[in-house]
């Protein structure tokens, strides 16, 4: 049985942690899917790690849409969430509501995501209302960095604490069925979780949140040109992959793949009859 908005709000009040990954291909959310992660965000992350943009920003509506299906035909269990990208959501109301349901309704997603507090907040509410379930993001917003100083924790000084907390319960109130705090000191974190009504899933943002995500190709070792400092790596899967190619290099460049265990026997007959028939 699919995982819903529903289950993932249930497990603020039962205490149960949400687990969250990207996923970009039909592969990966196969193996993310059957390990049991609890939701798959098609991320516009996948703007740096998977198509080599320098930042979020440049994604556009078709590049998330293409990776959100393939997502969504390696997914059975899971929560798919699909991430708005930049300008999908800012220039109104209606256009919002019409980019959130292609999500829905071409790319298979069964909920989207998008940045920003209570600017966004009537937005969310629209969504919402259209019937497409909204997952919230607050704090460091990676589509608005440059504008927040750059990629740095947020809250840190009382003032912008009390705006990131006000952010996140109108995200709540807007019917967000839950929240990522990205970049959030944990004493922040933790009160804004002990706060709002709706689960919270951190990156970067402690150990008190209802839940933790990161990016799949950071936590793996898949992506060398930076890894954050909040991010455990599990595995370093770049390094396998480079020995990996450069066996298979080796051994092609000396003759000795595909070796008899690897190619199919031949009837040596029948090439005979074919050098006679010529």
């Not at 529903?6 to 603020?12: G, Q, T, Y």
């Not at 309704?105 to 209302?129: M, P, Q, Y």
């Not at 930076?226 to 460049?253: N, T």
Request: with cysteine; glycine share 10%; charged share 25%.
């Amino acid at each position: 049985m699919s995982m819903t908005p529903v289950d993932i709000l249930s497990f603020k009040e039962s205490g149960r942690k949400i687990t969250m990954l990207t996923a970009y291909d039909y592969s990966m959310a196969r193996m993310l899917d059957s390990a049991g992660i609890d939701v798959l965000l098609v991320g516009d992350s996948l703007g740096m790690v998977v198509l080599g943009y320098e930042s979020t920003v440049p994604v556009t509506m078709e590049e998330m849409l293409h990776h959100c299906r393939a997502v969504s035909r390696g997914t059975e269990k899971a929560l798919v969430v699909g991430d708005m990208p930049f300008m999908s959501y800012q220039v109104s109301e209606n256009e919002a509501v019409h980019n959130a349901g292609r999500f829905v309704k071409e790319a298979g997603c069964h909920a989207v995501k998008l940045e920003g507090g209570r600017e966004v907040a009537s937005t969310i509410k629209k969504i919402v209302r259209a019937g497409i379930p909204v997952m919230g993001h607050v704090g460091l917003t990676p589509q608005t960095a440059t504008a927040l100083g750059g990629y740095k924790v947020q809250g840190r000084d009382l003032e912008s604490a009390r705006r990131l907390l006000e952010d996140a319960v109108a995200v709540s109130e807007a019917g967000a069925f839950a929240l990522v705090l990205e970049c959030v000191p944990d004493t922040l974190a933790r009160y804004i979780t002990e706060t709002v009504t709706i689960p919270t899933i951190g990156i970067g943002a402690g150990p008190w949140c209802d839940g933790q995500v990161l990016v799949t190709h950071d936590m793996l070792g898949l992506f060398e040109k930076f890894c954050p400092s909040f991010v455990k790596q599990y595995a370093k899967f770049s390094e396998q992959m480079k020995a990996a190619l450069a066996d298979f290099a080796r051994e092609v460049g000396q003759g000795s793949f595909p070796d008899e265990q690897h190619s199919f026997k031949g009837d040596s007959d029948i090439v005979e009859k074919l050098k006679m028939s010529k």
